[in-house]
């Protein structure tokens, strides 16, 4: 999304709603010229077991009716908004606009649909789009009687229909595809994959089973965008009241979050909750989505990074459902958008003008119009920040780039790209019990304050550097790191029964000028909670797509801490040891090469 935050210091349930509740900006205004009807429904439906009203907005264009009947377009809005938020009308509005039926909602727990946040849950929130999608195929009727027999149907009961949306509003297409097999085409924007990933990250290879680094900023953020529901919806239906504990969560959702803020991980209360989490995340029913989709993932997102959709990606590719995907400009955490920079923007009307919007309107093309000579591109896309050009700015291939570069992690702090140029060496760093790193701070941005720049502070990390390049280095991808690091302190504890013992780790990747200036693309880093401080261990980093020009230096780091996360328990120093033996391993995602 287009991060678009307040000037003034509102509320801060406020602020992130506002600022999250618009994932997708899509749309010019409306207009009495509109070529379109909009139709405000309500719909009874079943979900989770209990009944609940959906608030809707049908849009139907003009000259569609039973003899000329046109697909559909579904759509739901981001964490904390509505039917009515500019992200989400506007998706109505520029379907219909092209001559789609366009049927937007608000989800459940949001604006005025009842029922409790169940974090897209496919047997609840994927349930309720399955509801909407049989009043589309002509099997129900809104509560006042309203019908749809004007929908493009591929047989009794089955409408023509895709859905789109970014964010809260992506994952749920994935979650109603899971349970409803007549969708016939997902646009996923800037979603997640797994939400004990996206919420709690470990990025340690194999360490799934551990529990990761918790990421209090964003998680906090929509905990309070949940529970401070009547700030932003007074008069609440009372299908959307839980208890006092937990005002308008599901109670697994806000007893995962309450643990995760306790900064204490038993083995059997984290196990319920990375349960819960991966229950109602693509990771875990993905292999009940058959619905061609078209993946777009921004790689300016520090909530739900590059890794989340490579990882839907590579799922349904491998089990046959038809997918593409393309790694965009903005996401969560700001980027570019509009005719300017070439980017996918509808706000500025340039849904035919740019590159993201055509292949969307292509793939609905394709899906819904049945239209078999459209060109929906290549498999994978990706915007490059230092093309100048916006007809340029997309690169395409049939596959994501291999790990083909391997640099080595030196005794001595460098960063080489031979074995035999590693030198023996030792060097360690130790945490404090407050943060020492700053990456990012997703609450200022939100409430509209200026972030500072990412630092480390001396002791407390450490770093290997590459000689200056000697021509442009482009990463598109995922890079991986090898290490193994030694701390005492950590290997007494890790075995305690609770996984807050465990080692903490930041690592990430910066850029250094030939002037010293230092960037961290994305500002992305890779929260590791070490599963065994006695053997080597594998991260894998946040993907990037970034070059690295000619005379500039790639700088390795792991860190002790960030402030937007949760750290070490307890003081852990950390020694590395560097040698030609057994050297850390640092290996890049290359393109071109």
Not at 83 to 102: E, H, P
Not at 125 to 144: E, H, N, P, S, T
Not at 572 to 589: I, W, Y
Request: proline fraction near 7%.
């Amino acid at each position: 999304m287009s991060r678009r935050v307040p000037r003034s210091r509102a509320p801060l349930a406020l602020a992130l709603g506002a600022a999250l509740a618009a994932p997708l900006a899509i749309g010019p205004p409306a207009s009495a010229a509109d070529p379109y009807t909009v139709t405000p429904l309500k719909f009874t439906v079943q979900a989770g077991g209990r009944s609940c009203t959906v608030d809707a907005d049908l849009y139907r264009p003009a000259g569609v009716n039973r003899e000329h009947p046109a697909p559909a377009v579904l759509g739901t809005n981001g964490f904390g908004g509505s039917k009515s938020d500019g992200s989400t009308d506007s998706i109505g509005k520029a379907f219909a606009q092209r001559g789609y039926v366009s049927l937007v909602y608000s989800g459940l727990g949001f604006g005025r649909s009842g029922c409790l946040i169940s974090l897209d849950d496919p047997d609840i929130d994927g349930a309720a789009a399955a509801q909407l999608v049989d009043f589309l195929g002509g099997k129900r009727a809104a509560d006042d009687g309203t019908t749809a027999d004007f929908v493009t149907l591929d047989g009794p009961g089955d409408p023509r229909v895709g859905m789109i949306g970014g964010s809260y509003g992506g994952a749920v297409q994935l979650a109603t595809a899971a349970v409803d097999h007549r969708l016939d085409a997902l646009v996923p924007m800037i979603t997640w994959h797994d939400l004990a990933y996206s919420l709690d990250p470990n990025n340690a290879v194999g360490g799934s089973g551990v529990p990761g680094v918790f990421k209090w900023q964003w998680t906090n953020g929509f905990y309070l965008i949940g529970e401070g529901q009547p700030l932003l919806q007074p008069s609440l239906d009372p299908s959307r009241i839980n208890s006092l504990t937990c005002l308008h969560f599901v109670t697994q959702a806000c007893r995962t979050i309450h643990t995760l803020n306790s900064g204490t991980y038993p083995a059997d209360r984290t196990a319920e909750l990375l349960a819960f989490a991966r229950r109602v995340s693509p990771v875990s029913y993905l292999r009940r989505v058959r619905t061609p989709t078209l993946l777009v993932q921004g790689q300016a997102d520090t909530l739900f990074n590059l890794n989340e959709a490579t990882a839907t990606y590579r799922t349904l590719r491998a089990q046959g459902t038809p997918v593409k995907m393309i790694w965009q400009s903005w996401g969560h955490s700001g980027g570019p958008t509009g005719p300017a920079t070439g980017e996918f923007d509808l706000s500025k009307g340039n849904l035919e003008t740019s590159y993201v919007g055509r292949r969307v309107l292509a793939w609905f093309d394709r899906h819904l119009r049945k239209r078999t000579h459209a060109d929906t591109g290549p498999a994978f896309a990706y915007y490059r920040d230092w093309v100048t050009d916006p007809n340029r700015t997309y690169a395409t291939a049939d596959r994501l780039p291999a790990l083909n570069r391997t640099l080595y992690l030196s005794g001595d702090g460098k960063l080489v790209d031979n074995r035999n140029k590693v030198a023996r060496g030792t060097r360690g760093y130790t945490n404090r019990l407050i943060p020492t790193s700053h990456s990012e701070s997703s609450l200022a941005g939100l409430i509209g304050l200026r972030d500072s720049p990412p630092h480390d502070t001396k002791g407390t990390y450490l770093d290997w550097t590459s000689k200056p390049l000697d021509h442009p280095l482009d990463v598109v991808g995922a890079p991986r790191a090898t290490l193994k690091v030694h701390s005492p302190k950590a290997e007494r504890t890790q075995n305690s029964g609770d996984a807050a013992d465990k080692l903490v780790l930041f690592a990430k990747i910066y850029d250094v000028a030939p002037d010293g200036t230092r960037t961290l693309v994305r500002r992305l880093v890779a929260p590791v909670r070490v599963p065994d401080v006695t053997k080597s261990f594998t991260v894998t980093l946040p993907g990037i797509v970034h070059r690295y020009e000619t005379g500039h230096r790639l700088r390795f780091v792991i860190a002790a801490s960030d402030d937007a996360y949760f750290g070490n328990r307890g003081i852990k120093p950390v020694t590395v040891v560097g040698g030609p033996r057994e050297p850390g391993v640092l290996r890049l995602p290359v393109a071109g090469s």
